[in-house]
């Protein structure tokens, strides 16, 4: 197991929105967290990447202990996270949007890190001078995740991408998801309402309800599940 996540709680005050949750992930793996608005998935995901400090469990990454390191040293050990909300830093241009995201000291590891991520989105190459805000929403996502990618992560946690964009950019952005494992060989853990897209390109899902985990398996196996079909595939 890469990542691996045992009896996770986290609450926010007296509200308790995760309720001893565990769950693995393999090395060079597309594992989805599928569930609706307020199931628990950012605060799982939040809890990984060390943004939210829960009460209880385990997290372990490549058999280390993480669960009381700062997010510095996450990172450093090769997590990185596309938060929740696609938030850019819209006065700065795109190239300086996406060095905000290396973590790694001198100008030779950037330079590397920025043709890696160029390399991977020519289209953010033909932009970099522009203002973040000039991107459309779809570019703005791809920016994000190139800016995770700019700390050259073994894994990627990747939360509600396509939260409101169109049904062709959607696509798009689950393409660069599955190009950034299948190309670069990096493990994603990806949160998303939708499971129908989240399926489509996962090994394997977690279906979360009310902070607890109702439903795993191959993707595969649960986009025939009759009862997740009704509920989140319902067509
Ligand atoms: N910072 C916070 N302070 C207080 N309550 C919070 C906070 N973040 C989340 N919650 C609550 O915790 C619960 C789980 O929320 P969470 O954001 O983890 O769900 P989610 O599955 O990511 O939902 P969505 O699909 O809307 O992103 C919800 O009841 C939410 O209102
Ligand atoms: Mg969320």
């Known amino acids: 197991m890469m990542l691996s996540v045992k009896n996770l709680e986290v609450s926010y005050g007296k509200l308790k929105a995760v309720w001893g949750v565990s769950l693995g992930v393999w090395n060079k793996e597309i594992v989805g967290l599928i569930g609706p608005n307020g199931a628990g998935k950012s605060s799982i995901v939040n809890s990984i990447i060390g943004f939210v400090k829960p009460d209880k469990g385990e997290i372990k990454f490549e058999g280390r202990d993480i669960t009381n390191l700062s997010i510095s040293s996450r990172i450093k050990a090769g997590i990185s996270v596309v938060p929740e909300g696609r938030r850019i830093f819209p006065y700065l241009t795109v190239e300086e949007n996406l ?87 990096i493990t994603v853990l990806v949160a998303d309402q939708n499971a129908e897209m989240v399926l489509k390109i996962a090994d394997r899902a977690y ?29």
Request: charged fraction near 25%; proline fraction near 5%; glycine fraction near 10%.
């Open 99 to 185: 060095l905000m995201g290396a973590v790694v000291g001198n100008w030779n590891k950037r330079r590397e890190a920025l043709e890696f991520v160029y390399n991977l989105f020519p289209q953010l190459r033909e932009r970099k001078r522009n203002f973040a805000s000039q991107l459309s929403g779809g570019e703005q996502q791809m920016l994000v995740i190139g800016r995770a990618l700019m700390s050259r992560p073994k894994m990627v946690l990747i939360d509600e991408p396509t939260l409101g964009l169109a049904p062709k950019i959607v696509d798009q952005v689950y393409g660069i998801i599955k190009t950034i494992r299948d190309e670069e060989g």
């Open 207 to 235: 279906v979360v309800e009310n902070g607890r985990i109702v439903a795993e398996g191959p993707s595969e196996k649960l986009a025939h599940d009759p009862k997740i079909v009704s509920t989140y595939l319902g067509i």
